[in-house]
């Protein structure tokens, strides 16, 4: 290659190119998550909105069950909440025609059984489900 200014400007600008092409390696970006979040499985019912504490600041008995359940009050009669995954799951599980589903109320990610509950006790519990729902 011929430059009129000579081969210094030639071996200039490859060096400057051969910088700039290097200059974009190596970055990192370093992520560090909370501590001792690795492998833990977010829990539908204190994450984010902590709905065990809601319902018991009202007074209501609380029993988790399993994973993803609470009972509240003595069971069978009193009302059950199971938490899907996403809104949309308890959607489809509701219109679903399986039967484990029926007469369930759908806030949020939740399933209300409302089961035998009283009516004020139905309204707290709706209104504890319903914080932070959005949409």
């Known amino acids: 290659m011929y430059?009129?200014?000579?081969p210094r400007l030639v071996a200039a600008s490859g060096v400057a190119a051969m910088a700039l092409?290097?200059?974009?390696?190596?970055?990192?970006?370093?992520?560090?998550?909370?501590?001792?979040?690795?492998?833990?499985?977010?829990d539908p019912r204190t994450t984010k909105t902590n709905h065990v504490k809601c319902l018991?600041?009202?007074?209501?008995?609380?029993?988790?069950?399993?994973?993803?359940?609470?009972?509240?009050?003595?069971?069978?009669?009193?009302?059950r909440v199971v938490f899907t995954p996403t809104p949309g799951a308890?959607?489809?599980?509701?219109?679903?025609?399986?039967g484990a589903y029926q007469g369930a109320e759908v806030i949020g990610s939740a399933l209300l059984y409302p089961n035998q509950g009283s009516e004020s006790e139905l309204k707290s519990v709706e209104d504890c489900l319903a914080k932070g729902v959005t949409g």
Do not use: F, M
């Open 90 to 98: 308890a959607q489809y599980d509701q219109i679903s025609g399986n």
């Open 21 to 42: 092409a290097l200059g974009a390696c190596g970055g990192s970006v370093s992520v560090k998550p909370p501590a001792g979040s690795r492998g833990r499985v977010d």
């Open 56 to 79: 018991r600041d009202k007074h209501l008995s609380v029993q988790e069950v399993g994973q993803t359940k609470l009972q509240i009050g003595p069971a069978p009669g009193g009302p």
């Open 3 to 6: 430059c009129a200014k000579g």
